[in-house]
């Protein structure tokens, strides 16, 4: 089967230019001008930018959390995923306490397979670290779960301990994983929780206030610190705050391997979201919360330079009715995520390249080549190369449409950006050369999507 997709201008993490991209058995094995094998099919991307698919190392689909499942599973995530031009994901799978991290795998696995459309890879949320589990991280990383994940905060739930922490990441030093953290103060977060119910505070908005930008700060400082002492490189999850990246900043001015992320939600909403009227505030309702007004502007600093190093969703969606509503009365018991699987690409294009905040090459290097390089997916994805996995967008930049919880793809009853028109949409999308999006239907197969194996840090 060799697809040929013509005329369009391919842009990678470093160049743009026009050409022809022959797909072979699912990978691409040529890019020239004027190629004419004698493909089985042509798709003419005139006037279209020709992408790698994009790479959302950080969704939760099919999630417990707050005694509620985010309303996602691994085939309707994915589906939406592959609408709004995302063609892998790296989701999370959660070791409760007493479980092993195969244990942990193997369910995330048996909710991934059979549903999900696109390629999913995962990160390992540790939540227990018991010497044996300590040694089991090793075993991980060589079945391709390179990554794991620590939390700072909800003790007794998710959280360690500093001194678990450092043993996690001391452990990456020999092994080739990667530390990935949630960065905020989760007891002193706590303390101010308990206040603000005590004095009656139950609104939404009291999530946000009881969540200070200073608690994210300190935790990424001390997550940097930690790995510092450890001796390897940090990611820092869903970085949200100016105070937090200060932290980023200063670290990697003093040559550390310190690495972040922060996602559309960051960009393009605000604590304003919050003061909606009734319980609308909850739908934003998330952690790190929305910041202030101006705080975005920072932060998109931090992409144009490479101290925010990717663009991930944090897709957890829950919906209004429900599931969201379990909070009516009490913010705390509001579970935390929203959805923006499908909105990322959008979002980007529209807010970044647009405006003029990013590059075109550094839209692909933020929501594609960037993740795959950190996360041990590059060159088999997050870059349009001979040899590399044909996941491909075929993206017209000059369409315009509206974002909408009528026309998404999303198993929840709101979108955040509700109303927001954009320009430029994903017009094709194809995942390992087959062609899964066309003229905004989805063409794909749940279940077709691979489990990636990921390469250690070392490779
Ligand atoms: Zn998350």
Redesign the pocket.
């Known amino acids: 089967m060799k697809t040929l997709v013509t005329n369009g201008t391919v842009v990678t993490a470093s160049d743009s230019y026009r050409g022809d991209v022959l797909i072979e058995d699912g990978k691409v094995s040529a890019i020239g001008v004027s190629l004419s094998p004698d493909a089985d099919r042509t798709i003419d991307a005139s006037g279209k930018y020709v992408l790698p698919g994009g790479i959302d190392v950080?969704t939760?689909l099919d999630m417990p959390f707050g005694g509620t499942t985010s309303a996602d599973d691994f085939e309707s995530g994915t589906i939406a995923a592959a609408h709004g031009g995302t063609t892998s994901i790296v989701d999370?799978a959660i070791q409760y306490k007493g479980q092993t991290l195969r244990q942990a795998w193997e369910a995330w696995m048996k909710k991934a397979q059979g549903k999900a459309a696109i390629d999913y890879g995962f990160h390992m949320i540790i939540t227990d670290l018991p010497d044996t589990v300590e040694q089991e991280m090793d075993a991980m990383v060589a079945e391709g779960v390179t990554s794991f994940k620590l939390f700072m905060a909800y003790r007794g739930v998710l959280m360690l301990d500093d001194g678990a922490i450092f043993r996690a990441l001391s452990r990456t030093g020999g092994n080739g994983g990667t530390i990935c953290m949630?960065a905020e103060n989760g007891d002193v977060i706590e303390v101010l929780v308990r206040r603000a119910l005590a004095e009656g505070r139950t609104a939404p908005k009291y999530h946000a206030l009881t969540r200070p930008a200073r608690a994210e700060a300190e935790a990424t400082y001390r997550a940097i610190c930690l790995a510092e002492m450890a001796g390897v490189p940090v990611y820092i999850?869903?970085l949200s705050a100016a105070e937090a990246l200060e932290k980023v900043t200063e670290a990697r001015d003093r040559g550390l391997p310190a690495y972040a992320e922060t996602c559309p939600q960051y960009l393009f909403l605000s604590y304003a979201n919050y003061e909606e009227p009734g319980f609308e505030g909850a739908k934003y309702v998330m952690s790190p919360p929305l910041r202030a007004q101006g705080n975005e502007e920072k932060l998109w600093r931090g992409l144009s330079g490479n101290d925010l190093a990717a663009v991930s969703t944090?897709h957890?969606p829950f919906c209004m009715k429900e599931q969201k509503e379990l909070g009516k009365n009490d913010f705390s018991k509001i579970p935390n995520g929203a959805p923006g699987i499908e909105t990322r690409m959008h979002l980007m294009h529209d807010g970044g390249v647009r405006k003029g905040r990013i590059s075109l090459n550094r839209f692909v290097e933020l929501t594609s080549t960037s993740p795959a390089k950190i996360f041990g997916l590059f060159p088999r994805k997050g870059t349009i190369a001979p040899g590399s996995d044909a996941d491909i967008v075929i993206f017209d930049p000059e369409k315009k449409h509206t974002i909408s919880a009528k026309t998404h793809h999303m198993k929840v009853d709101y979108n955040p950006y509700e109303g927001r028109e954009v320009t430029g949409r994903v017009e094709t999308v194809l995942s390992r050369g087959k062609v899964i999006i066309e003229s905004g239907k989805f063409t794909g197969k749940a279940g077709a999507g691979e489990f990636l194996k990921r390469k250690p840090r070392s490779a």
Do not use: E, K, P, T
Request: proline share 0%; charged share 10%; glycine share 0%.
């Open positions: 950080h939760h999370f949630h999850v869903h944090d957890c």
